[in-house]
C-alpha cells in the first residue's frame, strides 16, 4: 500500500476545504486546527461536541492500525450511562456519526425480555445497541491513474470500507457541492474516475435518482469481485429453496428443501396507527409471494439533494446495500442490508425486511432470479417468500 500520509500543513488545508459549507465556527474553538493527525484520530474515534451533530469528514487516509471494535452512532444522540440500564444515572452523550471503541459486550441479568438486552462497555460508561452501527476502517488502493482495470465501462458495484464517506457534487456555476454522506457497508455503482475536490483521483458514482453524479476518494470504495455475485447452492432447483419470515418471533429462516441453511434475525415493519400519506402500509405484509426483483444497491427516497444535511427525518437512504422485492412492485417491500439501526429481532421498518449486510447478501446470491454482477436491477419469477 503507497505511503499517502499528509504532512499537518495538507491536512488541515483539506480538512478545511473539505468541509465545504459546513460552519466552521461551530465546532467549539475550531479544535481541529490545533491537532496534529494523530490526535486528531484520536478525537475523531472518542470525542462529539454538542453544539454540533456534525463531525468532520472522514479523511482520505489515516495510519494503518488496529482500531479495535469499532461502532458509529446512527441516530441523533445516544445516552451514555453510568450503569448497562435505562434507569442508569446520564453521564454524557455520544452524537451523530461519533465513532466509539466498544471494550466488551454484555446483556444485564436484570434487563426486560421484550427488549434488545444487548449494551457495550464503552470509554465513560454504557451504551445500549440499538443505534450503533458496527463498522470497520479499511482503506483500498488509490488507483492513481486515470483509468482502473478493475471499473468497468458500464459500471461497477463498489462498497464503502471505511465508517462514513462525504461525497461532492461539481457544479459548473458554483464550484463543489456538498452531497450526500455514504456509510459503511453501502453499495454503490461507480461509472469513472476523475480528479476531486483535492487534485487526487475520486470515483464518480452514478445514482438511480440523479441525474448527475457525485464523487467521494477512491480509498474508502472498494470494487466488489464477479466471486462475491456468485449464485450459492447454483445446483439446488429454485423450486427446492424458500424463505420463511416469523414475524412474531421476528426471525428469517431459509431452506432447501426441509433443510435450514440460514436463520437469523430480522427487523419488519412498525404498523402505523394512522394511514399513511402514500396509502402503503408500514406493517409487513403476510402471505406467500415471490422474489420479483433484485437491486445490488438502491437508493430508497425521493432523490432530494441533501447538501450535507444529515437530517434524519428525511427519508433519503442512499446506496442500501443487496435489495430483493418481494410482494407488489407498487409497494416496493424488500429484504435489504440496514445501517441506520443495530436493533434486530423488534420491528423498525416502514415495511421492508432489515437485515445485518452480511445476511441480505448471502440472501442475495442464494435467491433467484440470479443477478449478475453487471446488471443495476433484475427481473423475474424467483424464490418462495412466506410471511406470517
Request: glycine share 8%.
Amino acid at each position: 500500500m503507497p505511503n499517502n500520509k499528509l504532512s499537518r500543513r495538507e491536512f488541515l488545508n483539506l480538512s478545511s476545504f473539505s468541509l465545504g459549507g459546513f460552519a466552521l465556527a461551530t465546532l467549539p474553538g475550531e479544535w481541529w486546527k490545533r491537532l496534529s493527525q494523530t490526535e486528531y484520530q484520536t478525537q475523531l474515534i472518542e470525542t462529539a461536541t454538542s453544539d454540533s451533530q456534525i463531525t468532520p469528514p472522514f479523511p482520505a487516509r489515516l495510519e494503518e492500525q488496529d482500531y479495535g471494535k469499532l461502532m458509529r452512532v446512527a441516530i441523533h444522540e445516544v445516552d451514555l450511562r453510568a450503569a448497562p440500564s435505562d434507569k442508569g444515572e446520564i453521564i454524557g452523550k455520544r452524537y451523530r456519526d461519533q465513532l466509539v471503541h466498544v471494550y466488551y459486550e454484555l446483556e444485564p441479568a436484570d434487563a426486560p425480555a421484550f427488549y434488545n438486552r444487548l449494551w457495550y462497555r464503552v470509554w465513560g460508561g454504557y451504551l445500549h445497541s440499538s443505534y450503533l452501527q458496527p463498522v470497520e476502517i479499511r482503506f483500498n488502493e488509490s488507483p492513481g491513474a486515470s483509468v482502473n482495470p478493475q471499473i468497468r465501462k458500464e459500471g461497477q458495484l463498489c462498497e464503502v470500507t471505511v465508517p462514513y464517506t462525504q461525497s461532492y457534487r461539481y457544479d459548473p456555476y458554483a464550484g463543489w457541492q456538498v452531497e450526500y454522506r455514504l456509510y459503511f457497508g453501502t453499495t454503490h455503482w461507480v461509472t469513472g474516475i476523475k480528479a476531486g475536490p483535492d487534485g487526487e483521483p475520486w470515483y464518480c458514482i452514478t445514482d438511480e435518482l440523479q441525474p448527475w453524479d457525485y464523487m467521494v476518494p477512491t480509498s474508502h470504495l472498494r470494487p466488489i469481485p464477479d466471486e462475491e455475485f456468485a449464485p450459492l447452492s447454483p445446483d439446488v432447483p429454485w423450486e427446492a429453496k424458500r424463505i420463511e419470515v416469523d414475524l412474531a418471533r421476528q426471525t428469517l429462516t431459509a431452506y432447501e428443501k426441509k433443510q435450514v441453511v440460514l436463520k437469523t434475525r430480522i427487523s419488519s415493519g412498525i404498523p402505523s396507527s394512522t394511514p399513511p400519506e402514500n396509502g402503503i402500509p408500514t406493517d409487513t405484509p403476510q402471505g406467500y409471494f415471490n422474489i420479483y426483483s433484485k437491486m445490488p444497491s438502491k437508493h430508497m427516497g425521493d432523490g432530494s439533494l441533501m447538501r450535507g444535511d444529515l437530517n434524519l427525518d428525511a427519508y433519503e437512504l442512499v446506496g442500501v446495500p443487496w435489495t430483493s422485492f418481494f410482494h407488489k412492485p407498487e409497494t416496493g417491500y424488500a429484504f435489504h442490508g440496514t445501517y441506520w439501526h443495530n436493533n434486530f429481532g423488534w420491528q423498525m421498518s416502514h415495511g421492508c425486511i432489515n437485515m445485518h449486510n452480511a445476511d441480505a447478501k448471502w440472501l442475495f446470491r442464494w435467491t433467484t432470479p440470479v443477478s449478475p454482477s453487471t446488471e443495476v436491477e433484475t427481473r423475474g419469477y424467483g424464490t418462495q417468500v412466506h410471511v406470517f
